[in-house]
């Protein structure tokens, strides 16, 4: 069974910027597309960014367009996945999870079978 695992949330101020790290372990996962979502205080998860295997291919949600970079890592047991986040506003703030699936069509949950636990970001002054 393959689990995903996420690091580098925090508490930041506006403006910021924050690098969000999830690996996975247990199970091959160099041809899957990796995505971020997150979900926000009462409010529904949403889909942030998402590659594909050979990092040819990005996703990203349009609020967080130019601001913020997906990028991956693969190795023979594991794979790594970036989100770098700048210019951080208070409307980013959420719980920021990793997930993996097999489709290429990556901007829905219903695309991943595999998710992290998620790290919270919170943007606050």
């Known amino acids: 069974q393959g689990q995903l695992v996420e690091s580098g949330g925090g508490l930041v101020q506006p403006g910021d910027s924050l690098k969000l790290v999830c690996v996975t372990s247990?199970?091959?996962?160099?041809?899957?597309?990796m995505g971020w979502f997150r979900q926000a205080p009462g409010k529904e998860r949403e889909f942030v960014a998402s590659?594909?295997?050979?990092?040819?291919?990005?996703?990203?949600a349009d609020s967080v367009k130019g601001r913020f970079a997906i990028s991956r890592d693969n190795s023979e047991r594991s794979v790594t996945v970036y989100l770098q986040m700048n210019n951080l506003t208070p409307e980013d703030t959420a719980v920021y999870y990793c997930a993996a699936g097999r489709s290429t069509a990556t901007t829905s949950e219903a695309d991943y079978t595999f998710w992290g636990q998620g790290t919270q970001v919170t943007v606050s002054s």
């Open positions: 247990g199970r091959v996962f160099i041809t899957h597309t």
């Open positions: 590659i594909v295997w050979s990092s040819l291919t990005k996703h990203y």
